[in-house]
């Protein structure tokens, strides 16, 4: 998944919300060493150095514009570009944090335990992902595409690679004295209306489908697909959307 640096900083203090609500969660034991898998432009990261100011703090990111905003904006912080299915750093970590990424990526079965295997005693994986595919502003996405002129230029139906809450306790308990595991509906309100939530998607879910489109089609894509969100989402007499969000919620402590 492409990300926009400067589109996602956007709405930037709806977005680390969760993430903070998420890294209260996770006991404080004094980690010698935490993690940001999937950083992005540093705004979980720092959350994480706050949270925990006497832990070693380091950043992951397969965006190489991501992790140059994130080093612009804490540049004490070590911020290295890779794939999380690539990283092999055996730990230990007092904290791996994984905030709005994990969700693209399989097997989960796997990897979370995975994780959990480089924890030392007492560490917590925390993890936040959007639960949101089945939401009307990510099936409008699917639903243009292919009813576009544009369809076979464009991704198939993407999916993402969540369980349940359940799932994910049993997952993880054999391998944890503690999961944690909820899920979140947040309510964003957004001035601006209809373009509010469309600019919101184009700095994460529309990307994939607007860069293969010339500059026309992506007008009338966006033409369409604001007129579809209109009528998807409550908007209210002041013009402010207000947009619905689901998140699944994990903290696993060795």
């Given at each position: 998944?492409?990300?926009?640096?400067?589109?996602?900083?956007?709405?930037?203090?709806?977005?680390?919300?969760?993430?903070?609500?998420?890294?209260?969660?996770?006991?404080?034991?004094?980690?010698?060493?935490?993690?940001?898998?999937?950083?992005?432009?540093?705004?979980?990261?720092?959350?994480?150095?706050?949270?925990?100011?006497?832990?070693?703090?380091?950043?992951?990111?397969?965006?190489?514009?991501?992790?140059?905003?994130?080093?612009?904006?804490?540049?004490?912080?070590?911020?290295?570009?890779?794939?999380?299915?690539?990283?092999?750093?055996?730990?230990?970590?007092?904290?791996?944090?994984?905030?709005?990424?994990?969700?693209?990526?399989?097997?989960?079965?796997?990897?979370?335990?995975?994780?959990?295997?480089?924890?030392?005693?007492?560490?917590?994986?925390?993890?936040?992902?959007?639960?949101?595919?089945?939401?009307?502003?990510?099936?409008?996405?699917?639903?243009?595409?292919?009813?576009?002129?544009?369809?076979?230029?464009?991704?198939?139906?993407?999916?993402?690679?969540?369980?349940?809450?359940?799932?994910?306790?049993?997952?993880?308990?054999?391998?944890?004295?503690?999961?944690?595991?909820?899920?979140?509906?947040?309510l964003h309100v957004l001035p601006g209306g209809a373009d509010a939530i469309v600019?919101?998607?184009?700095?994460?879910?529309?990307?994939?489908?607007?860069?293969?489109?010339?500059?026309?089609?992506?007008?009338?894509?966006?033409?369409?697909?604001?007129?579809?969100?209109?009528?998807?989402?409550?908007?209210?007499?002041?013009?402010?959307?207000?947009?619905?969000?689901?998140?699944?919620?994990?903290?696993?402590?060795?």
């Amino acid at each position: 998944m492409s990300w926009s640096p400067e589109q996602y900083r956007r709405f930037e203090d709806d977005r680390t919300r969760p993430v903070r609500d998420l890294l209260a969660a996770v006991p404080d034991i004094g980690p010698a060493r935490a993690i940001d898998l999937g950083c992005g432009p540093g705004n979980s990261t720092e959350i994480l150095r706050d949270r925990f100011p006497g832990a070693e703090i380091a950043g992951l990111d397969s965006s190489p514009e991501m992790i140059e905003a994130a080093r612009k904006r804490l540049p004490g912080i070590r911020f290295e570009v890779g794939d999380i299915l690539g990283w092999e750093d055996p730990g230990p970590f007092g904290v791996i944090l994984s905030n709005a990424v994990l969700h693209w990526v399989p097997n989960h079965e796997r990897l979370l335990p995975g994780l959990v295997a480089r924890l030392d005693g007492g560490g917590s994986l925390a993890v936040q992902m959007p639960d949101n595919m089945a939401e009307p502003a990510q099936t409008l996405m699917r639903e243009i595409a292919a009813a576009g002129p544009w369809a076979s230029k464009l991704p198939p139906e993407q999916r993402t690679a969540l369980g349940s809450p359940e799932w994910y306790h049993g997952v993880l308990r054999p391998h944890c004295r503690r999961v944690d595991a909820w899920r979140t509906t947040y309510l964003h309100v957004l001035p601006g209306g209809a373009d509010a939530i469309v600019e919101w998607f184009k700095g994460s879910g529309l990307r994939p489908f607007l860069a293969p489109l010339g500059d026309e089609e992506r007008a009338e894509y966006l033409r369409r697909y604001r007129e579809s969100i209109a009528g998807a989402y409550t908007i209210l007499p002041d013009g402010t959307a207000l947009l619905p969000f689901p998140r699944l919620f994990l903290v696993a402590t060795r």
